[in-house]
């Protein structure tokens, strides 16, 4: 209530940002004159002024006024574009670094050029960020216009290119790619051996176009580099056999319930399967006919987990993965859908054996399943960058989200033109069939009255449903889903046109504008030379066309049911009554349609039967409207859980990341590593001697002879420590250390001089390198384990989110421990061997970098990361969770030095900043 008069008198937050911003406004256009005046020569030496500027110590904001006036010249002068007074305050908010929510057709893509501009000034590098390559490209070529013009260089990250050119886009001004290539980039460089083949520069700005759907919808899958793992493709086939012979059960049971009939349960709401005791029974008798499981073994025998995996795979593919709705076949491969945009995906595979369950379902080529190289999510990529901003349609509904995870602000920007949308109720039915032909109607009489429909649909099945309908009553329409995306800009640009009735899938062709009348630019692009009559000609009759289709009332979107998220629903909806042209929307829905069935159908239902409702009846009543946004709200909620509990796992992995690309980076760029290898190798000789000789213990303790065993042993270099203590009374345990670094360090020199310092050298690098990479790719499939096991720890009564956090820890300590021991025996061996032997086995090193196994970049699906898995799931996980790694670390039995102690060299370092550098 208080609240609610304060912001009467005060007005909202938002209100007071874009007040502050109007009058940057108002100095941007007492510049407009004089920019106009300027010759083209002058405008664009504008760019090298606010170049020196800057270095001369003014800031961008001071910047801001001139440079937002320049570029606004320049698309006036290059693309005859006119920024309006909202597109300024919209890229003032991009460049404060928060998101800019405007409305469809409001002009978000010139909108960008003003910040990417003047940030651009910096020379740290401007990256552009959209949702598919046509768009990267499209935006790259359009817009690149006015920065060429105005003498910035402008690059384009798209799947097909090689590192060189990757290379030459990135250190552009200027770089527009998608999420996809820059993510996986950041990956690849922290994956390369010589600094010269990393091709990104530091992370420095970001404007994310669609924001909502990269760094919401896309964040619950993290992008992850794979190298090909064990093949189990017969083992995928032969269960696959088994799921069919499977019975459903009618429902879940209730709390307190007896076990229904059935082998599997389905809990829709969570897209999680669980077999029954009756089905683990039976899953276990045709596993013995098959000879897959022992005579009376059972599926949670420790031997036989991966074979529980296996068949929780194969149920998950059959139960809850829909062909044409979450994957389409297409050249005998299974490309996923994806359940917001409505795209294709065809570099993303499931993870845990699912893709390969769905490969054997539909009879495909399996792949191998695949070892995880390097990943990263979303969330813990676009945070590192200095700054972040972004820019949709759609934001405000998500904004608490956006700021506590991204720590953007959501401002809503005005339209230019007020909105004459009319959004109707929804209509809902008893029945999909009833649904389907109350849109048939809606449909033929906008076909009859020439305006121009849009239909919405949530998977390709739906849409190819609602086309044979149209066919059958012979109505022309183009249908844009996940099978014809390749004429996805094409089709999306004429469906304004008189009449025209056009089926995407969600929000396919979204980025593109839907001109009423149709785009007459397009037409005339396609057309070579044509005449001044000819344009003129098409140009009336584009006029035409355009008063046709205002007169029939705009474009009607028309929704075929309500997606579980608003957000999605009021993309659709935007497409019509762009910049203040007048357009309507109708969702129609049926109690049938998966959101109300699972979510609102108890509450509509016992409403629709209060009113007495027929066959063919609709009931259309705000309350309703209510109940299904409450649903929503449920679901959106959920989502958001998952992606928090996703982010919480992942920035403890992100922190390890973190420290071994540092690390990564400091060995690769030395060029000497010789101080690091003597700290590892001082850090291994003192744990070997702790051991023995336990720190601050009396000389009748020390176990000399065991001692001189292990270091010949590990460093292949005999010591006689007993005779040395025999003749040097003044020998104490810091001088004995000291003196047996000192030896095997002047062993390895003498060893290293006679084969060649250089060799030795090289050698080192790359070896080392091989070693961290190898132990952080199995730590990372230890840490994906342990992710999927924690849950267990909750029947404890522990939390599993601590528990993880110190697990993790702990075998992060590990690896560590391991890198050192085994770079140390890796070298002590290979230095100790041959000259010809060593330039054998550096060859071989190097060969092994550059002839890589092939790796597939993923954008992979994290079902199993972010929500907690059934308790059949637990069970199997966990087993292979505590599989022992095959190399044990060194135990210390000893005390271990603390990171603040001084260094026990005496060098008068702290230990952490000296020889315990690696810890």
């Keep these: 209530m208080i609240k609610n008069i304060l912001t009467k008198i005060f007005g909202s937050r938002n209100d007071r940002l874009l007040k502050r911003l109007r009058k940057t406004v108002e100095q941007i256009n007492l510049l407009e004159s004089q920019m106009t005046a300027l010759s083209d020569e002058a405008l664009q030496a504008k760019t090298t002024e606010f170049r020196q500027r800057f270095q001369n110590g003014e800031t961008l904001d001071q910047l801001l006024p001139e440079a937002f006036a320049v570029v606004r010249e320049a698309g006036k002068r290059v693309l005859n574009m006119r920024h309006f007074d909202v597109q300024l305050v919209g890229a003032m908010v991009l460049h404060q670094g928060k998101i800019s929510e405007m409305r469809t057709g409001e002009g978000k893509t010139l909108v960008a050029t003003l910040a990417v501009y003047l940030n651009a000034i910096s020379g740290k590098g401007v990256h552009v960020v959209t949702v598919n390559d046509y768009l990267a490209q499209r935006d790259s070529a359009w817009m690149g216009q006015i920065y060429r013009f105005l003498g910035m260089s402008v690059g384009v990250i ?61 964040a619950r899958t993290p992008l992850i580099i794979s190298g090909p793992a064990e093949d189990s493709s017969e083992l995928y086939k032969k269960i696959n056999l088994i799921i069919p012979k499977l019975t459903r059960q009618e429902r879940l049971p209730e709390k307190d319930e007896p076990e229904l009939p059935g082998d599997y349960g389905v809990d829709e709401k969570h897209r999680q399967v669980f077999l029954s005791e009756e089905g683990h029974q039976h899953v276990e008798e045709m596993l013995t006919e098959m000879g897959l499981l022992p005579e009376g073994a059972s599926l949670y025998d420790a031997a036989n987990i991966v074979m529980m995996h296996h068949v929780h795979a194969a149920l998950r593919a059959h139960v809850l993965f829909q062909k044409n709705v979450d994957y389409i076949v297409k050249d005998g491969q299974i490309i996923i859908v994806d359940e917001f945009t409505g795209r294709t995906m065809p570099g993303r595979r499931w993870s845990e054996g699912l893709h390969q369950a769905v490969e054997a379902k539909e009879d495909v080529n399996i792949q191998n399943e695949n070892q995880t190289l390097a990943s990263i999510t979303f969330q813990n990529y676009f945070r590192m960058y200095k700054k972040l901003s972004g820019m949709t349609g759609t934001a405000d509904t998500e904004a608490f989200e956006f700021q506590q995870i991204y720590n953007l602000e959501v401002v809503v920007i005005p339209t230019h033109r007020s909105m004459v949308r009319k959004d109707n109720g929804d209509l809902v039915y008893l029945t999909a069939k009833e649904k389907y032909n109350a849109i048939l109607d809606d449909i033929k009489d906008c076909v009859k009255r020439g305006q121009p429909a849009l239909v919405g649909t949530v998977s390709i099945e739906n849409s190819e449903l609602l086309s044979n309908m149209l066919k059958k009553e012979n109505i022309p329409h183009q249908v844009l889903n996940a099978k014809f995306h390749e004429q996805e800009a094409h089709i999306i640009t004429q469906a304004g046109r008189p009449g025209t009735v056009t089926i995407a899938t969600n929000m396919a062709g979204r980025g593109t504008d839907i001109i009423l009348g149709g785009n007459v630019e397009a037409e005339i692009k396609d057309l070579e030379n044509p005449s001044e009559e000819h344009l003129l000609e098409l140009r009336n009759a584009w006029k035409q066309r355009h008063q046709a289709v205002l007169d029939a009332g705009g474009l009607h979107v028309i929704g075929t049911e309500r997606h579980e998220s608003r957000r999605i629903d009021n993309q659709l909806r935007g497409r019509s009554g762009r910049q203040g042209d007048n357009g309507s929307s109708r969702f129609y829905l049926s109690l049938e349609d998966s959101l109300m069935r699972i979510f609102a159908s108890e509450r509509v239902s016992g409403m629709m039967q209060k009113l007495g409702m027929e066959e063919g009846e609709a009931i259309e009543h705000p309350w309703v409207t209510k109940a299904i946004e409450n649903a929503q709200r449920k679901v959106e909620g959920r989502n958001f859980d998952m992606r928090k509990q996703l982010l919480e796992y992942d920035d403890v992995a992100n922190d390890q990341r973190k420290v071994i690309y540092e690390q990564r980076n400091e060995i690769m760029n030395a060029e000497n590593i010789e101080p690091i290898i003597d700290a590892i190798r001082n850090n291994v000789i003192n744990k070997v001697i702790d051991a023995f000789i336990v720190p601050n213990s009396p000389d009748e303790m020390w176990k000399i002879k065991e001692l001189e065993e292990a270091l010949e042993k590990e460093f292949l270099n005999p010591m006689p420590i007993s005779k040395w203590l025999e003749e040097d009374h003044n020998l104490h345990e810091e001088t004995l250390r000291q003196k047996i670094e000192q030896e095997i360090k002047a062993t390895y020199e003498q060893q290293g001089i006679r084969l060649g310092v250089e060799k030795v050298r090289e050698f080192e690098k790359t070896m080392m390198l091989q070693v961290l990479d190898q132990h952080w790719k199995e730590h990372l499939a230890a840490m994906d384990y342990l992710r999927q096991s924690i849950h267990l720890r909750a029947y404890g009564q522990k939390n599993p989110k601590q528990e993880y956090k110190r697990e993790a820890f702990e ?36 060969e092994k970098q550059q002839q890589k196994a092939p790796m597939q970049f993923i954008h992979n699906s994290t079902s199993a990361m972010a929500e907690e898995p059934s308790p059949e799931q637990l069970a199997a996980k966990t087993a292979l969770a505590h599989k022992k790694p095959s190399q044990q670390p060194y135990v210390r039995d000893g005390k271990k030095i603390g990171r603040n102690d001084p260094c026990p060299c005496g060098s008068g370092k702290k230990y952490k900043q000296c020889h315990g550098k690696l810890d």
């Design 158 to 218: 798209i799947s097909e290119l090689n590192q060189e050119q990757r290379r030459k886009a990135y250190h552009a001004d200027i770089t527009y790619g998608t999420n996809n290539e820059f993510g996986f980039d950041y990956l690849r460089d922290n994956m390369t051996f010589n600094p010269q083949d990393r091709v990104q520069r530091e992370l420095n700005y970001a404007i994310v176009d669609e924001v909502d759907s990269i760094l919401i919808d896309e």
């Design 811 to 846: 075998m992060f300590q590990q690896l560590l421990e391991y890198v050192k021991s085994q770079v140390v025996q890796v070298l002590t061996q290979e230095v100790f061997k041959a000259d010809v032997q060593l330039a054998n086995d550096l060859q071989a090193l190097q």
